[in-house]
């Protein structure tokens, strides 16, 4: 009597693990916690990232670029000639050491949103998430925001005004966009920029992600409000440095 050997599928190509996430994040987010791969999403977040700032080059130049980096390391608020002048003459001779820079930026946010994400499941979804898991489904989310975030960024910068364009806060999804950030505190600024479609999204994928070996059917939006949470937390924490530093 014959018996047939059943062969597991094998995990699904990087593509078609993005194109899921957009489609349907529950089964695809099942699917990366199997079997956890970072590399691919962590390479690709930091091409599209850095096509896009290759963009931004081409378009407004590298004093335009200097603005845009200020703009976007001060999360909206106004950038003076000083500053304008440090960022070109690092963006001229120093360009290695800004992009290494932004790197670590995005690898520490990865990291600790996938260690903030291990810890609210370990305390509140009652499940042990390694670390691996965590950080994969961060890398996923991650890299589906920032090509959500390129897609809407990019006709700004083609079809807007670029003398008005603010790279801190370049499109129209939270409050804060639509605010002068002379007349607004920087604090209240940040909250409402927190509060973004884009970035609750991506909460909600971590929440998703996160939460796939919980047997609690309320773990998405735990997760996704507990992330959503400690950022804006982080966020407010890193506007009132911000706020000491430019006082002092």
């Known amino acids: 009597m014959q018996t047939e050997t059943l062969v597991s599928p094998g995990p699904a190509s990087f593509l078609t693990q993005v194109a ?3 489609a349907s994040p529950s089964r695809t987010f099942e699917s990366i ?3 956890p791969r970072f590399f691919a999403p962590f390479f690709a977040t930091l091409l599209v990232i850095a096509g896009f700032w290759g963009v931004v080059y081409l378009r407004l130049g590298l004093s335009g670029m200097a603005v845009a980096v ?3 390391l001060r999360r909206g608020t106004l ?3 000083d500053e304008t002048d440090f960022a070109l003459h690092f963006l001229g001779n120093l360009a290695t050491l800004v992009v290494i820079a932004g790197l670590i930026a995005i690898l520490l946010h990865l990291l600790v949103i996938a ?3 291990a810890r609210i499941s370990d305390l509140l979804l009652g ?3 390694r670390f691996r898991v965590a950080f994969s489904v961060t890398c996923y989310a991650y890299f589906a925001k920032t090509l959500a975030q390129a897609v809407f960024g990019l006709p ?3 079809f807007g005004d670029v003398n008005g364009l603010n790279f801190g806060n370049l499109i129209p999804t939270n409050i804060a966009f639509f605010l002068d950030p002379k007349d607004t505190s920087r604090m209240l600024y940040a909250l409402l920029e927190s509060l973004d479609i884009l970035q609750a999204w991506y909460f909600i994928l ?3 992600g996160m939460s796939r070996r919980s047997d609690d059917k309320a773990g998405p939006w735990v997760m996704a409000a507990g992330l959503g949470g400690f950022w804006i937390v982080v966020s407010l924490l890193f506007a009132a440095i911000r706020d000491l530093l430019l006082k002092s």
């Open 156 to 158: 700004m910068i083609f």
């Open 70 to 72: 200020m703009q976007d």
């Open 33 to 35: 916690t199997r079997s």
């Open 79 to 81: 950038v003076g000639q």
């Open 206 to 208: 971590l929440g998703i």
């Open 20 to 22: 899921g996430v957009f």
């Open 115 to 117: 260690w903030a994400g």
């Open 127 to 129: 499940g042990r998430m």
